[in-house]
């Protein structure tokens, strides 16, 4: 099937304080479309065909915008300052001590309670051989959520004809300041029902163990025996309630595994999953150092968008990033962007039918 690709917009809603949020529909010459929101660059749809030619929606979400502003399960969105968690929601730098929101138990999450998800991004459209195109643009000024530095963030969506949504991400600032971007959108390719019968692949030895907080500790964990080895495909649903710690501290997989690149900063498959009844198969391509493997354990059914009850395990998240913590804990890879650098990094989220 071929159909002419195009950008359309439209009024997704507005915001309490009067921000007008614009939806963006990208659709390529497949006729595979994505829609995405100015709050968060949110991905609210993105339909994609089955072995069969059918269409279906295969990302979690909502049809108004009131549910995208309530705290919830970051469905589909831009995450920042820093993705994942901050230990005691602290940090210091420079010899100074930055106290942020604790918004996840004792940790922050996120970035903090208004995070790059909350927030409304400007946009502008392009389009070039590879397909439509949707800049978004942040400022994230000085103390926001209580991260130093104005940071200045462009976030380049391209939807190709071959069914990749690739990611780019570009951010300057001018004081020193954590920085760890990254995706959330949920995936669930058989567009129904629970995703514990999607066979998923991790290119990971290792993973980062986390103690009842969810916060890294000790030396990273071989996968090897233990219910993380998805070193080869298998089903999420088989050891997702092993009698492990690591289980148990996530309620499931809620883990980031340590990708096993050769050369750091360079595209690479870090995970591969599929769904046999549809065929669908989903590719993560990243320049990050890992991925987090989130299986949707604290969805509980008091959700619903676009007609689904959103149950535990509906759906499941790949988010490219450095590890949990990152700025407090000197061994893993820093997160540390200073002025005059940039903070870029590509990831590819490729979708097919087998």
């Not at 942040?138 to 103390?143: K, V, Y």
């Not at 219910?227 to 710690?245: Q, V």
Request: charge should be negative; hydrophobic fraction near 35%.
């Amino acid at each position: 099937m071929t159909t002419t690709a195009a950008i359309t917009q439209k009024l997704f809603g507005t915001t309490p304080t009067g921000e007008a949020v614009t939806e963006f529909t990208l659709t390529n010459k497949q006729g595979s479309s994505i829609k995405i929101i100015t709050l968060g660059g949110i991905i609210t749809e993105w339909y994609m065909r089955d072995k069969n030619g059918a269409l279906a929606d295969v990302v979690l979400g909502f049809d108004t915008l009131a549910p995208y502003l309530d705290v919830g399960p970051y469905f589909g969105a831009l995450i920042g300052r820093v993705g994942n968690r901050i230990a005691k929601a602290q940090f210091t730098l420079d010899s100074k001590t930055y106290q942020l929101t604790a918004n996840n138990g004792s940790n922050n999450l996120h970035g903090g309670p208004i995070g790059f998800d909350k927030k409304v991004w400007s946009a502008i459209t392009e389009e070039n051989a590879n397909g439509p195109i949707l800049k978004l643009h942040l400022l994230s000024e000085d103390g926001d959520q209580g991260f130093p530095g104005n940071l200045d963030v462009t976030v380049t969506y391209q939807f190709t004809h071959n069914d990749e949504l690739t990611v780019d991400y570009l951010a300057t600032t001018d004081k020193a300041t954590p920085v760890n971007l990254t995706q959330h959108c949920y995936f669930n390719l058989a567009a129904t029902g629970d995703i514990l019968n999607h066979k998923i692949q991790i290119n990971a030895d290792h993973i980062n163990a986390v103690n009842d907080a969810q916060i890294p500790v000790g030396e990273p964990m071989p996968v090897v025996n233990t219910p993380f080895d998805f070193r080869s495909p298998r089903t999420i649903g088989e050891l997702i309630n092993a009698d492990h710690d690591q289980i148990k501290y996530g309620v499931g997989y809620d883990h980031n595994f340590l990708l096993n690149q050769k050369t750091y900063k360079e595209l690479f498959l870090a995970a591969r999953v599929e769904e046999e009844s549809s065929g669908r198969v989903l590719e993560v391509f990243t320049e990050e150092p890992g991925v987090q493997f989130y299986s949707g354990n604290f969805l509980d059914g008091s959700l619903t968008g676009k007609g689904v009850n959103y149950k535990q395990r509906t759906g499941f998240c790949l988010e490219p990033q450095h590890a949990p913590d990152s700025i407090n804990q000197p061994q893993f890879p820093s997160i540390v962007l200073q002025p005059g650098d940039e903070y870029k990094t590509r990831t590819v989220f490729k979708l097919s039918v087998k």
